[in-house]
């Protein structure tokens, strides 16, 4: 008996997701197909330039927008931004470093600690309880 692989594929949507892309700023062929797994380890391996633009240039998705502010995706949120954004648009950001924006960096900041020291909590805990 052989073992038969079939091919995986998945939707563009799930394709750009996990190229950290904006699916609508991809080309047509992109979005109207599907890609395989090979085909998405192929773009990840040796991108072509339309994504290499779309990495450096932008559009973004917003989990790539919050990952260059530091912040949440609920804080895009809460800070009115709900379209993609440009690598020129977030650094202006950056660059002005309006309030909320100050404000959720450091709420962010203080999420990451509290995370830490439960983690640092947890690891002593399971120390103490090994013989």
């Given at each position: 008996?052989?073992?038969?692989?079939?091919?995986?594929?998945?939707?563009?949507?799930?394709?750009?997701?996990?190229?950290?892309?904006?699916?609508?700023?991809?080309?047509?062929?992109?979005?109207?197909?599907?890609?395989?797994?090979?085909?998405?380890?192929?773009?990840?391996?040796?991108?072509?330039?339309?994504?290499?633009?779309?990495?450096?240039?932008?559009?973004?998705p917003r989990p790539?927008?919050?990952?260059?502010?530091?912040?949440?995706?609920?804080?895009?949120?809460?800070?009115?931004?709900?379209?993609?954004?440009?690598?020129?648009?977030?650094?202006?950001?950056?660059?002005?470093?309006p309030e909320w924006?100050?404000?959720?960096?450091?709420?962010?900041?203080?999420?990451?600690?509290?995370?830490?020291?439960?983690?640092?909590?947890?690891?002593?805990?399971?120390?103490?309880?090994?013989?």
């Amino acid at each position: 008996m052989t073992s038969h692989q079939s091919t995986q594929t998945m939707k563009p949507a799930t394709a750009a997701k996990k190229l950290g892309v904006y699916l609508e700023a991809t080309p047509a062929e992109f979005q109207e197909g599907v890609v395989s797994r090979a085909e998405l380890n192929a773009l990840q391996a040796d991108p072509p330039q339309w994504l290499q633009d779309l990495r450096r240039d932008g559009p973004h998705p917003r989990p790539v927008v919050a990952a260059k502010l530091g912040i949440s995706i609920a804080a895009l949120a809460r800070g009115g931004i709900t379209e993609p954004l440009t690598t020129e648009q977030i650094d202006a950001l950056r660059k002005d470093l309006p309030e909320w924006l100050q404000k959720e960096r450091a709420t962010q900041a203080e999420v990451r600690k509290e995370a830490a020291r439960i983690k640092a909590k947890n690891a002593e805990r399971t120390d103490q309880t090994r013989p």
